[in-house]
């Protein structure tokens, strides 16, 4: 059994998102991200489908040109290859998914 809990240890970075690994298991990755309000995370894609939760707070998530305002609750998943980004309209935290074959480097790639 995995545990984590994503309140907890909460240290957000004033310059960008803050990007931490919560647990892997057989099949996924379990990712916390961590924006403080008007963080972005440009537009990027993967090949693996990813599901994306916003645990706190109020995302604007763009996909294929189109915006989607995500709120505290909403869960969302994406097939691969389909292009997105994340502008934090508060203080919030998202849960990501991500494929084991997925890299998390890929993830903190983007935020640079």
Known sequence: MESANILENLNYNEDKVAISVLFETETTKEIRILFK????????????PITVEIVEGAIDFGVEDETHNLLKGTIVSLEGSVP????AQKDSIV?????KLDSVDRVKDVVK
């Open 37 to 48: 309000k008007g963080q972005l995370m440009k537009k990027h894609q993967t090949k693996f």
């Open 84 to 87: 997105h980004d994340l502008l």
């Open 95 to 99: 849960r990501l998914t991500l494929s």
